[in-house]
């Protein structure tokens, strides 16, 4: 099964700029510009609604720059960032801020090619088959995790739902949040595929703890865990929870 299309969102205050990044992406097939923004308060309404895979986005901005933006989002929203600039000081900051990739302008059509690989590899790796993503190695059954001093041994089995959290993932088992430093693309390539399920870009959650689903507007809808905790089910990860839960 291929990837789906990357759908991407362009934020930059200056318009010739955008321009410059869609005759970057007129060489890419499989990206589907979804929007543009001239600031940072458009963008985060316009991630809200759109729930784009990929942004490129500049850094300084009128109002909200480019980090600020980003702190707004919630991990689980935040698509695969691009940052496009013309000020080369903040790029360790960008990759602390777990950007893919710093592009300088003006935009040179090979470098920013190079971006797109990475940006492709990573996209490849979220929509690989579960069946290719496993047929060589057991499932995860224990995650050890630090706790202050210690460390936890936590039983897959007991693992309610996980968030992603930057380069962290949030564990949530038994009432306890645990802090794990993993990738959530990471970890769901180690958990059995038929009892962890994604949900959203950022969340993936046990089956076996799942209540009931409650549609929402627009395609979206909530899933309802056995202790209460309500999790949102994008639209874009409909189709495979449809086939797991047997949603009509």
């Known amino acids: 099964m291929s990837a789906p ?76 960032v691009v940052f496009a600039t013309a000020y080369g000081q903040h790029a360790l900051r960008a ?69 992603a959290d930057g380069n962290y993932v949030q564990i949530h088992a038994n009432g306890t949040r645990y802090l794990h430093r993993e990738t959530l693309s990471h970890l769901l390539a180690a958990l059995d595929p038929a009892r962890f399920l994604r949900i959203h870009r950022g969340v993936i959650v046990n089956v076996e703890r799942i209540r009931e689903v409650h549609p929402l507007f627009k395609g979206g809808a909530e899933v309802v865990l056995h202790d209460g905790t309500r999790l949102d089910l994008s639209r874009r990860f409909r189709a495979g929870a449809r086939v797991a839960l047997g949603l009509p």
């Open 5 to 80: 299309p990357i759908r991407t969102l362009l934020v930059d205050d200056e318009v010739l700029a955008r321009l410059a990044l869609r005759q970057a992406l007129a060489a890419h097939a499989d990206v589907d510009i979804v929007g543009e923004c001239g600031n940072a308060a458009e963008a985060q309404q316009a991630i809200q609604a759109l729930e784009p895979d990929l942004l490129f986005l500049d850094i300084r901005m009128p109002g909200i720059d480019g980090f600020k933006l980003l702190h707004r989002l919630k991990p689980q929203a935040l698509p695969m």
């Open 95 to 163: 990759f602390d801020a777990s950007a893919i990739d710093y592009l300088m302008k003006p935009i040179d059509q090979a470098r920013f090619d190079q971006a797109m690989a990475r940006v492709r590899r990573h996209w490849h790796g979220l929509h690989a088959p579960a069946a290719a993503t496993h047929a060589h190695a057991a499932h995860l059954q224990r995650i050890s995790v630090r706790v202050g001093e210690h460390i936890r041994v936590v039983a897959v089995d007991e693992i309610d739902w996980i968030r």
